[in-house]
């Protein structure tokens, strides 16, 4: 199966950088399907592309009396086409953006159905890299697959650290399947890679140090799309191996 990382962490850490500049640099490796799981969605900015729609709005429009399927057409023939021109293509990634997440009164038919739907175009592309809310609740149930790796993005602090830790217990109270949980100790500034050091080692995680990038915060700032030739970038095409030590195409 195509390996598959969900990134995840608190508010403001990084997570979404991380996610679309795996999505560039993976994909020199073959296809990548980019899952927004974010309900405040980003990650189509951050890669250059517009959104075309959201599993959410599908799933609102299939429960309502418009946005059925014709006579002739099954639930899920119709959804299965839905998603698909939902899809949005990217140089060497297709975006799919989940919108919000069920409200009370949705039918497990529809999620169900959805959701194995979404694990086919899983299966249809060579990675999977899942962008995250802060929390980590919804994702046990936007697919049924495991998770190859956890990313669990942090900043450089003491209470980073310690919520890193935490969200890495949640992962394990949710019952995720997960393969591996990673932190990523993100905007470590030059000279205090120490310390940094310290923090990461403390949570008893798996670590790497990925460093403030000056030009990823401009670009940020300017609105500009992440392109995977960023100093960030960089450091995260050598901490790839050995997230996916398996991983023999690359
Ligand atoms: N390594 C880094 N160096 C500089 N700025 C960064 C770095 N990582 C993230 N940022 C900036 O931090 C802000 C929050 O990042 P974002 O990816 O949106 O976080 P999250 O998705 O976790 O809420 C953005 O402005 C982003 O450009
Ligand atoms: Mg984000």
Same mark, same amino acid.
């Given at each position: 199966m195509s390996p598959l990382v969900a990134v995840a962490g608190k508010? #403001? !850490?990084g997570k979404s950088t991380i996610a679309a500049l795996l999505v560039r640099v993976l994909s020199e490796g073959g296809a990548v399907l980019a !899952? =927004? +799981? =974010?309900?405040?969605?980003n990650l189509a900015q951050r890669l250059g592309v517009e959104v075309s729609g959201t599993v959410g709005q599908l799933r609102e429009g299939l429960l309502s009396t418009h946005g059925q399927p014709p006579r002739d057409m099954s639930k899920q023939e119709y959804l299965r086409l839905k998603l698909r021109e939902m899809l949005v293509e990217g140089d060497g990634f297709d975006l799919l953006t989940m919108g919000r997440p069920e409200g009370p009164g949705c039918y497990c038919y529809v999620n169900n159905l959805l959701r194995v739907l979404v694990d086919q175009l899983m299966d249809s592309h060579r990675y999977v890299v899942i962008d995250n809310e +802060? #929390?980590?609740?919804?994702l046990s149930r936007r697919t049924a697959r495991s998770m190859d790796v956890l990313l669990l993005v942090s900043d450089p602090t003491p209470v980073g650290a310690a919520t890193a830790g935490r969200l890495a217990e949640l992962a394990d109270e949710l019952e995720l399947k997960v393969g591996r949980k990673v932190l990523l100790m993100n905007e470590v500034r030059e000279g205090q890679e120490e310390r940094a050091e310290a923090l990461a080692e403390g949570t008893g995680l798996e670590h790497y140090l990925l460093h403030e990038d000056e030009r990823v915060r401009e670009g940020a700032y300017a609105g500009a799309p992440l392109k995977g030739d960023e100093a960030l970038a960089r450091e995260l095409r050598e901490i790839i191996p050995r997230l996916f030590p398996s991983d023999r195409r690359r």
């Open positions: 508010g #403001g !850490v !899952v =927004d +799981a =974010d309900p405040n969605s +802060a #929390g980590m609740e919804h």
